[in-house]
Structure formats: structure tokens, C-alpha cells
């Protein structure tokens, strides 16, 4: 339940940065009903948090002096480049998150896009914070 609870709001937090950078980052459904729309949120949403998941961990524990030289503001950097990743994969789908092509305009845009998701998510989890709590802690 916590973890179907975590997609759909990260997925929200995705729909809502994509309003803030309209034009810059968007999300091609694969069918022009809304429930297409809603269900490739969704899967864009999984997606994100398996390649954050997975390949995140990994480049941040390879990556951990260059986290503690730099005090973690690296990590804006990383979440710009694990975003640019499902970017890279939805377009191997042909659907899903497009970021701003080339280099490097398409890069900060990832990254600003990556940083504006991190505080949307962080709103969002303060506000459904009771649902996403683990059973059995206090905190």
C-alpha cells in the first residue's frame, strides 16, 4: 500500500512540474483519453523511482566523496542526470517524460526539472505524510 501510495504521488508531483515548466518538460501520453494520461503519469512516476532506485544508489555510493566535497549540492546535478535518463528511455518508448533536447539546454532543464520535482515531492510527502508513515515508528 505505501509503495502504490509513493507513484501516485510522485506521479502528481511530476504532473505538477510539468505545469511549472510548461513547454520545457512534458509528459506525451500514449492515447488521448485522460485515463491514457493519468496511467502514463503513473508509469512515468514507476519508472522515475526505479532508475532513482537503482541507478541512484549506485552513483551514489561510487560517487560519495564527491557528495561530501561538495556538501551534497551534487546530488541537484545527479537527479538532473537520472531524470534525463527516463527521459532517454521514454523516448525508446515513445511516450512518456521529453525533456528539452540538446546539449546543454536540455541538460539544465533537467536538472531544474529534477530540483522543482524534489520540492514538489517534499510538499507532498509533508502533507500525505500520515499515509506513507511505516508501521511501528514513532517518527
Not at 28 to 54: C, E, K, R
Not at 72 to 81: A, E
Not at 92 to 111: A, N, R
Amino acid at each position: 500500500m505505501r509503495f502504490i501510495v509513493k507513484v501516485i504521488l510522485n506521479a502528481v508531483a511530476l504532473w505538477l512540474m510539468t505545469l511549472v515548466l510548461a513547454g520545457h518538460v512534458v509528459v506525451t501520453s500514449f492515447g488521448p483519453d485522460w485515463w491514457q494520461s493519468v496511467l502514463t503519469y503513473l508509469l512515468v512516476a514507476l519508472v522515475f523511482g526505479i532508475v532513482n532506485g537503482v541507478v541512484g544508489t549506485i552513483v551514489k555510493i561510487v560517487a560519495f566523496p564527491i557528495y561530501i566535497l561538495t556538501l551534497g549540492l551534487i546530488s541537484i546535478i545527479v537527479n538532473g542526470l537520472l531524470l534525463w535518463l527516463v527521459h532517454w528511455l521514454s523516448t525508446l518508448v515513445g511516450f512518456g517524460l521529453m525533456v528539452v533536447p540538446g546539449w546543454p539546454e536540455g541538460f539544465w532543464w533537467g536538472v531544474l526539472a529534477a530540483l522543482v520535482l524534489g520540492v514538489i515531492g517534499w510538499i507532498l510527502g509533508i502533507i500525505f505524510r500520515p499515509l506513507i508513515k511505516r508501521e511501528g515508528r514513532n517518527h
